[in-house]
């Protein structure tokens, strides 16, 4: 199989994404929730999966790696949110905690959100960010070509080509031109992953990519991702229910972890043995 080439210094294998003592916190019909990311470290081409059971704060950990989803202001005491890691208690007198870092290709992306700098962080996501939606989001009145290109409109890198390429990389080709009601829902789930890589992001998220499509898709969706991904150096993260198949498609696993008496999950990746 051949695919689209590496771009820029994507082909790089250093540090991409580093993510350390932050937290998102949310209030739904359940109550309070708050996801806390004591530590999430990505290499570029490096591929995981964030696994764990429903509601436990999956698709909330890629909407603030994503840059979508703000951390909680510095004032919102994490020490307070159960056991940590180091065995502080709720109980106890907190210990002073390291200062959060959220760092994208280089860029302070906490800083960003501290200064409220919105039209930076904007920029920050479109230049750097690709993202598959759970039910692949492609706007019904344009042709898969069309939702592909978006992404490259938005952001000035018209390549056309690139999208041939993607797009015969991805078993699309022939369906261009096509709206995407007439195209079966693994090629249009596809398409929305070509439209994610279309601008050469260097990090590429995906919520429960294989969720609406048959086992055998949901393999080769697995097997595209990581292809694509590798052939044009992004990191790759998606969360998934499914971690033996994650596994299996040569995925590492970043495991949510519910709190059993908090409204928090935490998340360490990787974990203190890797």
């Known amino acids: 199989m051949t695919g689209p080439a590496a771009g820029g210094d994507a082909a790089g294998g250093g540090l991409l994404l580093?993510?350390?003592?932050?937290?998102?916190?949310?209030?739904?019909?359940?109550?309070?929730?708050?996801?806390?990311?004591?530590?999430?470290?990505?290499?570029?081409?490096?591929?995981?999966?964030?696994?764990g059971p429903s509601g436990c704060g999956k698709s909330t950990l890629l909407g603030l790696l994503g840059l979508a989803l703000p951390p909680d202001p510095p004032s919102h005491g994490q020490a307070s949110h159960?056991?940590?890691?180091?065995?502080?208690?709720?109980?106890?007198?907190?210990?002073?905690?390291?200062?959060?870092?959220?760092?994208?290709?280089?860029?302070?992306?906490?800083?960003?959100?501290?200064r409220r700098a919105g039209d930076r962080l904007a920029e920050l996501r479109g230049e750097a960010i690709g993202f598959v939606p759970q039910t692949g989001g492609l706007l019904p009145f344009l042709t898969l070509r069309e939702n592909i290109l978006l992404c490259q409109r938005i952001t000035g890198r018209l390549a056309p080509r690139f999208v041939a390429d993607l797009a015969a990389c991805l078993g699309i080709a022939a369906q261009l031109e096509s709206l995407p009601a007439q195209v079966a829902v693994g090629q249009r789930q596809r398409a929305a992953v070509a439209r994610a890589l279309a601008h050469r992001p260097r990090l590429l998220l995906a919520d429960e990519p294989t969720a609406s499509?048959?086992?055998?898709?949901?393999?080769?969706?697995?097997?595209?991702?990581?292809?694509?991904?590798?052939?044009?150096?992004?990191?790759?993260?998606?969360?998934?229910?499914?971690?033996a198949r994650a596994t299996a498609a040569g995925f590492r696993l970043a495991p949510c972890r519910p709190d059993a008496t908090e409204p928090l999950t935490r998340l360490a990746y990787p974990g203190e043995a890797a």
Do not use: K, M
């Not at 086992?215 to 229910?241: F, K, N």
């Open 18 to 51: 580093e993510a350390s003592g932050i937290s998102h916190s949310f209030v739904n019909a359940g109550g309070r929730f708050t996801l806390v990311v004591e530590r999430f470290l990505l290499a570029a081409r490096e591929r995981v999966a964030v696994v």
């Open 213 to 243: 499509v048959h086992p055998t898709q949901a393999d080769q969706i697995l097997d595209l991702l990581s292809y694509v991904a590798e052939r044009t150096g992004a990191g790759l993260v998606i969360a998934t229910h499914d971690a």
């Open 82 to 114: 159960g056991q940590s890691s180091h065995g502080q208690s709720s109980h106890g007198q907190a210990a002073p905690r390291e200062p959060g870092r959220l760092c994208l290709d280089g860029q302070d992306a906490l800083a960003l959100w501290r």
